[in-house]
């Protein structure tokens, strides 16, 4: 695999880092009913409880930023350009997360893989290619994925 430059238009990277502040919980209603994502099924009109955001989406939270997102490299695992996405730096990095990676001096989201004792950062989108890492780069996972958020197209 060749190494690709990370400043293309279109190339994965981070756009902006945010710290995340657990100072206020952020709690929504959250509906007593599995909503069926086949056929209809009568509406049952009532809040059971209310979620908390922050503890659903959040399991470390000194380990918590949220990064936004530009490029087309991971479409296919639903990270789309504009997407916030949730970066736990406490989550041990492992083959096939997706994680925030520092590749000589630039931020870039991708799939980690090891094959065959090699590792690359691979995208989700076949019109970009496989990062190899090799000795002979700057190389450093700031962080692992844990959650997309992104607005329905």
């Keep these: 695999m060749r ?3 990370l400043n ?3 190339a994965p990277v981070v756009k902006k880092i945010f710290r995340f502040q657990p100072l206020i919980a952020l709690e929504c209603p959250l509906i007593g009913s599995q909503i ?3 056929f209809p099924s009568p509406a049952q009109d009532y809040i059971e ?3 908390d955001l922050n503890e659903y989406l959040i399991e470390h939270p000194m380990a918590t930023y949220f990064v936004k997102v530009e ?3 991971m479409i296919n695992a639903g990270i789309h350009p504009g997407d916030i996405l949730i970066v736990d ?4 990095p492992a083959h096939k997360k997706i994680v925030i990676a520092i590749v000589d001096g630039e931020l ?4 980690l893989r090891e094959i065959k004792g090699k590792w690359f ?3 989700e989108n076949p019109e970009f290619e496989s990062i190899e890492i090799t000795g002979d780069m700057s190389f450093k996972i700031w962080g692992v994925v844990t959650y997309a958020i992104h607005k329905m197209r």
Excluded at 108 to 111: A, F, G, I, S
């Design 108 to 111: 870039t989201v991708k799939r």
């Design 121 to 123: 950062l691979e995208p």
């Design 49 to 51: 409880e209310n979620l």
């Design 71 to 73: 490029g087309y490299s």
């Design 3 to 5: 190494k690709i430059s």
């Design 36 to 38: 069926p994502a086949g």
């Design 8 to 10: 293309s238009k279109t």
């Design 89 to 92: 730096r406490a989550v041990e």
